[in-house]
T-cell receptor
Framework: EDKVVQSPLSLVVHEGDTVTLNCSYE??????LLWYKQEKKAPTFLFML????IEKKSGRLSSILDKKELFSILNITATQTGDSAVYLC??????????FGPGTRLSVLP | NAGVTQTPKFQVLKTGQSMTLQCAQD?????MSWYRQDPGMGLRLIHY???????DQGEVPNGYNVSRSTTEDFPLRLLSAAPSQTSVYFC????????????FGPGTRLLVL
């Protein structure tokens, strides 16, 4: 059975801190790994990763995939209160379905 | 483009009632799916479709039916609502090629009393 695990499940930091969110997976026929940010509404897309070792970057957010060790990390530098959200990791298989992890709830305090 | 739309935004049902959650997309996506989201459990796949006329079950299909008569629409039917179906429901769509993310609708919050 396909499975995605995220850690930590919850994290509280202060503005300016750097955080690293973890995602590990067990998926048959891996196709891609995706990160989403969810505030009090629908998830919004952050990154899609398909190749190992290639960092994707968008402003203060970056992510990288290790297909050998079956994990990905999402880094957020110089955190701001607007980064407070649930961060979801999902893996897509060749059956085209997306399997989601439980999410990491990040709270950034001023 | 409207993207993915869902109606209603919020619904209260009594146990045993039936209803249909509507989902439509205007991006010509082949793949459409329904998820439910409960606290601390991420998104769980209910049903999905890879094209008009083709549907299949996801992780938690019991108590729900779907159909896909057109590329644009993918309604989710609750046959006989139960309190355990109280949740937030998201519809999503994507291209089938695997090189794309999926786009989410705004969600429907359902309360079953």
């Amino acid at each position: 059975e396909d499975k995605v695990v995220q850690s930590p499940l919850s994290l509280v930091v202060h503005e300016g801190d750097t955080v690293t969110l973890n995602c590990s997976y067990e998926v048959t026929n891996f196709r891609s790994l995706l990160w989403y940010k969810q505030e009090k509404k629908a998830p919004t897309f952050l990154f899609m990763l398909t190749s190992s070792g290639i960092e994707k970057k968008s402003g203060r957010l970056s992510s990288i995939l290790d297909k050998k060790e079956l994990f990905s990390i999402l880094n957020i530098t110089a955190t701001q209160t607007g980064d407070s959200a649930v961060y979801l990791c999902a893996v897509r298989n060749y059956g085209q379905n997306f399997v989601f992890g439980p999410g990491t709830r990040l709270s950034v305090l001023p | 483009n409207a993207g993915v739309t869902q109606t209603p935004k919020f619904q209260v049902l009594k146990t045993g009632q039936s209803m249909t959650l509507q989902c439509a997309q205007d991006m010509n996506h082949e793949y459409m799916s329904w998820y439910r989201q409960d606290p601390g459990m991420g998104l769980r796949l209910i049903h999905y479709s890879v094209g008009a006329g083709i549907t299949d079950q996801g992780e938690v299909p019991n108590g729900y039916n779907v159909s896909r008569s057109t590329t644009e629409d993918f309604p989710l039917r609750l046959l006989s609502a139960a309190p355990s179906q109280t949740s937030v429901y998201f519809c999503a769509s994507s291209f089938s090629g695997g090189g794309e993310t999926q786009y989410f609708g705004p969600g429907t919050r359902l309360l079953v009393l």
